[in-house]
Each structure stands twice: as C-alpha cells, then as structure tokens.
C-alpha cells in the first residue's frame, strides 16, 4: 500500500494550491479518503474527508469554503484545493485511507496513510 501526497509548497497568504493524493496497492474505490495536518507543535487534525463514490465530503469548520476535496477513482487519486490561505494553514499535510468506518474526523479510524507533503503559507 502507498500513499503519495504531493503538491505543497510556500505560497503567500491568500494564495492557493492543490494537493495530490496517489493511493495504489489497495481497492482505492471502495475506501473513504481524508486529508489531515498537523501545525508546528500542534495535534494533528482533521482537515476535510469524501467517501468513496466522491458524493459527500464534509470539512473542518475553519476550511469550510476554502477547501474543496475530491476524488478521480479512475486515477486512484485524491485532491485538496485549497484556496484564501492563512498562514495558520502553515502544516503538514497528510492523506489517509478508511475501510469505512463510523467517525471519519477521527485519525485512528484510517488504515493507511501518506507522508506528508508541507504547506508553508507566509504573511
């Protein structure tokens, strides 16, 4: 199983940048993604999640209208755009993989995960 993020960088505030996910080794159409970071110093947390069919996706409140996740089951891959940023953004970005599971916010819910790719957003 592996999981690729790629896509971050440094931006400036209020810039954008999308994310990219390539998942192989698994049935990637069957598992709901989600996409997590983790601050300088901070917790990880959750960031937004889409279910396998690409239908629902739900976000933490603070991306809500920012961030927009999906999904290409085609090309095994996730996305993360992200747009308006703020240097509170600045993190470690994760994808990761359930097999379904009931709380999708939580990160022991994932079965496999990515290693991060870095965001840097400066003011």
């Avoid at 505030?13 to 993604?33: D, E, I, Q, V």
């Avoid at 999904?71 to 509170?88: C, F, G, H, I």
């Amino acid at each position: 199983v592996q999981l690729q993020a790629s896509g971050g960088g440094l931006v400036q505030a209020g810039g954008s940048l999308r994310l990219s996910c390539a998942a192989s080794g698994y049935p990637f159409r069957r598992y709901t993604m989600g996409w997590f970071r983790q601050p300088p110093g901070k917790d990880r947390e959750f960031v937004a999640v889409v279910t396998p069919s690409g239908i629902y996706t739900e976000y933490a409140d603070s991306m809500k209208g920012r961030f927009t996740v999906s999904r290409d089951n085609a090309k095994n891959t996730v996305y993360l755009q992200m747009n308006s940023l703020k240097p509170e953004d600045t993190a470690l970005y994760y994808c990761a993989a359930s097999n379904p599971g009931s709380n999708y916010r939580l990160a022991s819910e994932y079965d496999y995960w990515g290693q991060g790719t870095q965001v840097t957003v400066s003011s």
